[in-house]
């Protein structure tokens, strides 16, 4: 489906953080920042490095840089990058600041809110004994404090409300007041691309706070919907979210490497933003896992941003961004990924492998987008990379 109308606020549901006057002004200003980053600043990086950068290594080498890490060496002292690439840091961690503050201020009143919630069928399960991956542990990704598992509270929601009124300052109000673009886009493309397929059950892994899982209660009304996740508080807050707009779905706490359904238990399986968040080991016991979960002609299909091999060196590098800059160790080697070979290491058939482009469904945004994929622009491309493989 295709999202039309104004770019709108947020839609206030009935977990959404509310916010002073001040803080929503602190919050429109790190958006408006970023996108000025995005949409101005950032058009003078290549300048500079086609006038300064380019000749440089060319004289050194006798050749133009074939790859986006040649490129980064070309431009590892470009004062220009490096200027804009510190106010990109500054803008990320501003953004988390900016929706912490709120959060902080009225959380015993969101957990009371999700102790409260009710609405569909769905549920939730929790594991409190589940550990959650050392990968996650060791760093805060995308430089979130305390990550996707932290709690600071009993029955903690905080990092989950963070997350989904960060998500939307992050992408620039770009991905729809219920920040699905994602998920509609990759529902859309799998409607097209497997007009046969009929989900009795749908899963959604590293679900978050179900910005994209809801996208498939729509999509595929006679299916059942689950969501995983190995954060608490994520699931806590995806759950009361869910509740509050009526869209039934399981949403239990598992670690996508080993999760307890049973063989065959899928037809559709799916993941946003997940895999550029896994080690290389851990991506491929994800698909091992995937493989055992899919009944026979399930698809598992993964959305995240163009991989590198379909993109200049130029703007390769431009891309590549978040794995130095952004807490995101794995976002490079994640963009590296060839999905048939992928298919092959893990069980399934190479030659059942897919990948495509899918423009976002989110059509209102169109006008305020870059139209390019770089750093700290995400969704600013305006499509979104989708690879998988049926089984």
């Not at 006798?62 to 500054?90: C, D, K, L």
């Not at 609405?119 to 959650?132: A, M, V």
Request: proline letters at 6%.
């Amino acid at each position: 489906m295709a999202v039309t109308g104004e770019l709108t606020e947020q839609f206030a549901h009935a977990v959404l953080p509310e916010t002073t006057s001040e803080e929503y002004s602190r919050q429109e200003f790190v958006k408006s920042l970023k996108f000025h980053l995005a949409s101005t600043v950032s058009l003078g990086i290549k300048a500079a490095y086609q006038v300064r950068a380019q000749p440089q290594f060319k004289q050194a080498k006798g050749r133009e840089p074939e790859t986006y890490r040649e490129v980064q060496h070309a431009m590892a002292g470009e004062p220009y990058y490096q200027f804009w690439s510190a106010m990109q840091r500054n803008s990320q961690e501003m953004m988390w600041k900016a929706a912490q503050v709120p959060v902080e201020r009225q959380l015993p009143s969101l957990i009371d809110a999700f102790k409260n919630a009710s609405g569909s069928k769905g549920s939730l399960t929790l594991d409190p004994t589940l550990e959650t991956p050392r990968y996650h542990r060791l760093v805060d990704i995308h430089c979130m404090p305390g990550g996707y598992h932290t709690e600071f509270a009993e029955e903690d929601i905080a990092n989950g409300a963070v997350y989904d009124r960060a998500v939307y300052v992050y992408v620039m109000g770009r991905m729809g007041p219920l920040n699905s673009d994602i998920g509609d886009s990759t529902a859309n493309f799998i409607k097209a691309k497997f007009p046969d397929l009929k989900p009795r059950r749908i899963l959604d892994m590293g679900c978050g706070v179900g910005h994209s899982t809801l996208s498939y209660v729509d999509a595929y009304p006679d299916a059942e919907v689950h969501g995983i996740d190995v954060g608490a508080p994520m699931l806590r807050y995806a759950h009361a979210r869910a509740e509050s707009l009526g869209k039934p779905v399981h949403y239990s706490q598992q670690n996508a490497e080993k999760m307890n359904f049973p063989d065959g238990y899928f037809d559709l399986i799916v993941s946003h933003i997940l895999v550029h968040e896994t080690s290389h080991v851990a991506i491929r016991n994800i698909m091992r896992e995937t493989n055992r979960l899919l009944s026979p002609g399930g698809v598992v299909a993964h959305t995240e941003t163009p991989p590198y091999r379909q993109l200049e060196p130029f703007d390769a590098f431009m891309l590549d961004w978040d794995t130095r800059n952004n807490n995101e160790p794995f976002w490079g080697a994640s963009h590296e990924i060839v999905p048939a070979d992928m298919a092959e290491e893990t069980g399934f058939e190479g030659a059942k492998a897919f990948e495509g482009l899918q423009p976002s469904a989110y059509e209102s945004a169109d006008a305020q987008r870059t139209k390019v994929f770089q750093g700290g622009d995400f969704g600013g491309g305006g499509a979104w990379y989708i690879w998988g493989v049926q089984k």
